[in-house]
């Protein structure tokens, strides 16, 4: 797969959505900004991202899986100098027997950087979601801050989830977290909702739009009608 360079320089602003990408290398330069918007409806099945920020920049990742297909995601965020700031957000629908796996790690080369991650994850029928990724604070990274959290509805009894955050910390003067759920549909919200005259399709296209929402309505209008349709016939 052929890798595309995104450079981010000139203090530059940047805001760029994405519906058909490849591998990516970024550079986003000194006092420079970049929110990145990628849309994936299955045109990639295998993905590396690389980044490098300077200093005082900020990269924000939004990222829609809505493949019908495997998929397996690595990405590696390196912050390099101070001032420096990522933040990865995530939503993932897996259906059929479809596997998918997202590998997302930061790396606090320099002190005074943050880095958080949030990854929402929808698995359905036979299919699988992982989250993994290493966040790691080296020695003498002082005043840095990271942080990753995972969170998974499995809404059959054959779907499966894994969320594995890993935290490296080689620094004491730091902050760092990590949060990881998996659990199964409530089936409350469903008799709730039921019981209000929508049926069990609507129902849990209602539960999942609500819990990856956050992340689908960073999208343009047309991009998060296509992500509501694409919902509505996974249900």
Same mark, same amino acid.
């Given at each position: 797969?052929?890798t595309k360079k995104l450079v981010v320089k000139n203090r530059e602003k940047s805001e760029l959505e994405l519906?058909?990408?490849?591998?990516?290398?970024?550079?986003?330069?000194?006092?420079?900004?970049?929110?990145?918007?990628?849309?994936?409806?299955?045109?990639?099945?295998?993905?590396?991202?690389?980044?490098?920020?300077?200093?005082?920049?900020?990269?924000?990742?939004?990222?829609?899986?809505?493949?019908?297909?495997?998929?397996?995601?690595?990405?590696?965020?390196?912050?390099?100098?101070?001032?420096?700031?990522?933040?990865?957000?995530?939503?993932?629908?897996?259906?059929?027997?479809?596997?998918?796996?997202?590998?997302?790690?930061?790396?606090?080369?320099?002190g005074n950087t943050f880095a958080l991650m949030d990854n929402y994850g929808v698995s359905r029928e036979k299919?699988?979601?992982?989250?993994?990724?290493?966040?790691?604070?080296?020695?003498?990274?002082?005043?840095?801050?990271?942080?990753?959290?995972?969170?998974?509805?499995?809404?059959?009894?054959?779907?499966?989830?894994?969320? *594995?955050?890993?935290?490296?910390?080689?620094?004491?003067?730091?902050?760092? *977290?990590?949060?990881?759920?998996?659990?199964?549909?409530?089936?409350?919200?469903?008799?709730?909702?039921?019981?209000?005259?929508?049926?069990?399709?609507?129902?849990?296209?209602?539960?999942?739009?609500?819990?990856?929402?956050?992340?689908?309505?960073?999208?343009?209008?047309?991009?998060?009608?296509?992500?509501?349709?694409?919902?509505?016939?996974?249900?």
């Open positions: 797969m052929n519906l058909e990408f490849s591998d990516l290398d970024i550079e986003v330069e000194d006092d420079c900004s970049l929110v990145l918007k990628l849309a994936n409806f299955g045109n990639s099945e295998n993905l590396k991202i690389t980044a490098n920020l300077g200093r005082n920049s900020n990269f924000d990742v939004v990222f829609a899986d809505f493949s019908d297909s495997n998929i397996t995601v690595k990405s590696q965020v390196n912050l390099n100098q101070e001032g420096a700031s990522c933040k990865w957000h995530l939503a993932s629908l897996s259906s059929h027997e479809n596997h998918k796996k997202f590998d997302i790690s930061f790396t606090h080369n320099i299919s699988e979601i992982i989250f993994t990724g290493v966040n790691h604070i080296l020695k003498g990274a002082k005043g840095s801050e990271t942080a990753q959290n995972a969170k998974i509805i499995v809404f059959d009894p054959e779907a499966r989830g894994t969320a *594995s955050p890993v935290l490296r910390i080689d620094e004491n003067d730091v902050k760092a *977290s990590h949060g990881a759920v998996v659990g199964q549909l409530n089936e409350d919200h469903m008799f709730y909702l039921m019981s209000r005259g929508l049926s069990k399709e609507e129902a849990r296209a209602l539960i999942t739009l609500g819990y990856l929402q956050p992340i689908s309505r960073q999208f343009s209008e047309k991009t998060q009608e296509r992500i509501l349709n694409l919902i509505k016939e996974a249900m």
